[in-house]
């Protein structure tokens, strides 16, 4: 009878260094309660790693723009920030969140894409020694869309709200892998084709091995199309062959289970790509897809109304060139 393999047996030399080097991390690691980390606005989802869970809405005076997910990830001798919120605010918030957590120096801010709710919070971050970390067509995406995505968030937040917001572009540019190391651990930043957009940018944490997906990843908030809805379907499948054990969604709850995470927004895409395809196929005008097309999703995802028409729009502009 063939032997079984037993855990020992898959347990890699790869396995055995992360452990250890996660346990020597665990050593020079912050200690913080559960009870303060909820007071601080985050949660500890792993050693070293913390997530602040924005709201499920749209930006407005009252959120201040603290709408998706922000993460701070702390090594033996620097810190990573990764997103920052859509205003001055909201990252000035998440400054003073961190360095209750740690009194490491905040080395690298990353940005997982464009859109304001992920990079308007920069600002806060703005010091000497400070890395902007980002996809290498961010900085020409921000350049591009800086007026109306300042004018815009000035609109929403109120004067008040929106005073110091500005963009800050990246100094750190990814075109394939980056790895940053913070001391004790490494991150791992990948550059993805296009997708959510065509500058989204995925990072890694290998001691612990959680996967930051930015909006690559919705869970619950429906997911929004500003790039290729092609290119993301292409992409799903790569992502799900990630070895994570993980992921923090850009929108969504602190942390998910990996792959199973991305299957309800894998469904959402197809089901959305298949009805205009078909409504395309048929002759059908761009108003008839968005008023029939990925309808069956209305119930299983927050913010449908506000987002999914465009959804359809952006489908349909790119699927009518096939």
């Known amino acids: 009878m063939r032997k079984m393999p037993s855990r020992l047996d898959n ?3 790869q396995d055995f260094l992360r452990g250890a080097g996660l346990a020597a991390l665990l050593a020079l690691l912050p200690r913080v309660s559960r009870a303060d980390a909820q007071r601080i606005g985050v949660l500890e989802i792993g050693p070293g790693i913390f997530v602040h869970v924005g709201q499920y809405a749209l930006v407005n005076s009252e959120n201040c723009g603290d709408i998706s997910n922000a993460c701070c990830i702390v090594g033996s001798s620097a810190v990573a920030v990764i997103d920052t919120g859509g205003s001055k605010q ?4 998440l400054h003073d969140a961190i360095t209750q957590i740690t009194d490491k120096p905040i080395r690298y801010v990353i940005n997982t894409h464009m859109h304001p709710d992920h990079v308007l919070g920069n600002a806060a971050f703005e010091a000497t020694g400070t890395e902007f970390v980002g996809h290498h067509k961010l900085a020409a995406a921000l350049e591009a869309r800086a007026e109306s995505y300042l004018r815009n968030a000035r609109e929403r937040l109120g004067d008040e709200n929106f005073n110091g917001t500005k963009i800050v572009l990246p100094t ?35 001691p612990t091995g959680t ?8 869970s619950d908030h429906i997911p929004t199309l500003d790039g290729s809805i092609v290119g993301w379907l292409k992409l799903i499948p790569i992502l799900k062959q990630e070895a994570a054990t993980c992921v923090v969604p850009g929108h969504g709850p ?19 790509a298949r009805d205009v395809r078909a409504l395309i196929k048929d002759g059908k005008t761009i108003e008839q897809a968005v008023a029939t097309a990925g309808q069956s999703e209305k119930d299983k ?12 729009t952006a489908a349909f502009t790119e699927l009518e060139w096939e």
């Open 90 to 93: 909201v990252g000035n918030a």
């Open 254 to 272: 602190k942390t998910m289970p990996w792959p199973a995470a991305i299957d309800a927004e894998q469904r959402y895409l197809e089901t959305v």
């Open 172 to 206: 750190k540019p990814v075109a394939d892998v980056v790895d940053l190391d913070l001391g004790g651990r490494t991150l791992t930043l990948r550059a993805r084709p296009t997708a959510h957009t065509d500058n989204d940018l995925t990072i890694f944490d290998r």
């Open 11 to 13: 347990f890699s030399r």
């Open 301 to 312: 995802w927050q913010l449908f109304a506000e987002h999914h028409a465009r959804n359809v």
């Open 211 to 218: 996967l930051f997906l930015g909006d690559l990843l919705f």
